[in-house]
């Protein structure tokens, strides 16, 4: 079971374990509160006396006081069973992903818009985590404390619990078959909102290039179009949503119609006595109630497989694995009969050997798009190449461990990653641990220091997100400064 849980609600070993604990949480607090039914049914056996014995007064009181004690213990158990463990469980989630996406190839995001993975980061994180400690709990414990409660039943009186019982199977067959239709109904509607979240950042990062060509009414209709797409599914889905989930609550109202018609045709015969017609009635208005509640959510848990499914994505992705100590002998790159693709059938390199050696300035030059960025990715292993060797120091990068490999290059990209930070720890994010006058130096010899000194907070300048503040030439030489901070052995520049 635990494992089960694990693999389709995407959590840890620790959070199975806590929804295991939620599932009895609940179903607890759910029996608790039928706990006044049965004062309640003691109490109607002596009112049908005309009499309540004065000794029976302190039963009834400590009995009110018991139950109000057990709501509370209940209560509390259930909220820390649930809610707690699901913050701590949601948290670990989202660090998983972090580290995960931490460790996955640059050919996984080139398969993966931005949009996607941050709606799976955020959105879907949080709806998991709302559906743990609220929907599925609540239906799987809603769904175990009623099934205990119709056994109990059938102890009483067998034909008024099946009366009582016959809606369940009912309801439970058409919350069956909405799970094949809600669940093609919420992938189209994912689609379409990604495709709206993909839109709204497009036009985020564009917006310059738009506005400069007068293309921003352009983009605009097509931004609409997608969101009023979003807007039609979404109402599609949550009709769909609302024919299932009334008809199923519709049907479990007929199971209190349904004990009242059978009670008054036994109580008529003489077959029940009217405390147990009334015991009945108590129960059965009181047993449905958590079951119609989760049944709201119903869609939500349905559609929760997906977003799980998404998740399950990432995290089954295959890691680039290596040796963390490496031996190689020197900082040689070698290429030997590489070839590369970025896509099937659409070859980038093809047979490329040449070497690249310790102490050497080495220089590929050719025309846009001849495949000198490629090369630099596939010596850093930010892609692993098709076919060939490529080694550094005598050893093949593919059995070098990621992390290993990049601590023997500075890297200076053609399009510069700036952070909304200073300019002093934007350079820093070279060497986590410089000072502040190793960061100078750095930033002297890439020929930061004569712009830098004429902003307005000299280091300490605000730069804007990814260096809006700075021009095109002073944001390349920040990433210049970094790769010098760095002080690898090997410096791979991708620039124009």
């Known amino acids: 079971m635990i494992e089960k849980l694990k693999h389709k609600y995407a959590l840890s070993e620790k959070g199975a374990n806590a929804m295991v604990r939620a599932f009895v949480a609940v179903t607890i607090s759910n029996l608790v509160l039928m706990l006044p039914v049965g004062l ?10 005309n009499r309540v014995p004065k000794d029976k007064l302190i039963f009834f009181i400590i009995g009110i006081s018991v139950t109000l004690l057990l709501i509370v213990i209940s209560t509390s158990f259930q909220y820390n069973s649930t809610f707690y463990s699901t913050y701590v469980e949601s948290g670990v989630r989202r660090r998983t992903l972090a580290e995960k996406l931490r460790k996955l190839p640059l050919s996984f995001f080139g398969k993966k818009d931005l949009a996607d993975l941050t709606n799976t980061i ?7 985590e709302t559906a743990s400690s609220h929907w599925i709990p609540e239906l799987v414990g809603a769904f175990i404390s009623t099934t205990l409660i119709v056994i109990g039943l059938f102890f009483f009186d067998w034909r008024m619990a099946l009366a009582a019982v016959w809606v369940m199977p009912v309801a439970f067959a058409i919350v069956g078959y909405s799970k094949t239709v809600m669940g093609k109904v919420h992938e189209k509607t994912i689609t379409y909102k990604l495709a709206c979240l993909d839109g709204i950042q497009e036009g985020l990062e564009t917006i310059r290039d738009l506005r400069s060509n007068n293309m921003a009414d352009s983009y605009m209709e097509g931004l609409n179009k997608k969101i009023k797409d979003v807007e039609h599914h979404a109402i599609v889905s949550e009709f769909a949503n609302a024919a299932f989930v009334c008809s199923a609550q519709m049907i479990l109202k007929l199971g209190i119609g349904t004990v009242a018609l059978v009670g008054s045709i036994l109580l008529v015969d003489g077959k029940i006595s009217v405390l147990t017609f009334f015991a009945f009635l108590l129960v059965v208005t009181r047993m449905y109630e958590p079951l119609q509640i989760s049944l709201q959510n119903l869609a939500a848990v349905i559609s929760i497989n997906k977003n799980c499914e998404r998740m399950d994505e990432i995290l089954s992705h295959d890691e680039q694995t290596g ?11 070698v290429f030997d009969h590489v070839a590369f693709s970025y896509k099937a ?21 050719g025309p846009s798009g001849g495949g000198k960025t490629t090369v630099s990715r596939l010596a850093a292993r930010f892609w692993d190449n098709n076919a060939g060797t490529i080694t550094v120091g005598g050893m093949n990068v593919l059995e070098i461990d990621p992390e290993q490999l990049l601590s023997l290059y500075s890297i200076v990209f053609q399009d510069v990653t700036l952070f909304n930070n200073t300019i002093m720890e934007n350079i820093r994010i070279g060497k986590k641990d410089a000072t502040d006058e190793e960061v100078m130096a750095a930033a002297k010899l890439a020929n930061c220091t004569d712009f830098i000194e004429k902003l307005p907070d000299k280091w ?6 990814n260096g809006s503040e700075l021009s095109g030439g002073e944001r390349q030489r ?3 400064a970094r790769a010098f901070l760095k002080d690898a052995p090997i410096i791979l520049m991708d620039v124009k």
């Open 40 to 49: 309640l049914y003691q109490l109607a056996s002596y009112l049908l006396e």
């Open 122 to 128: 955020m959105s879907d994180c949080a709806l998991i």
């Open 323 to 333: 040796r963390e100590n490496p031996d190689n002998k020197g900082y040689d790159i």
């Open 345 to 365: 059938g659409e070859q980038v390199l093809s047979d490329v050997s040449f070497t690249a050696k310790q102490g050497e300035v080495t220089a590929l030059i």
């Open 460 to 465: 300490d300048t605000m730069i804007g997100e």
């Open 478 to 480: 920040i990433s210049i």
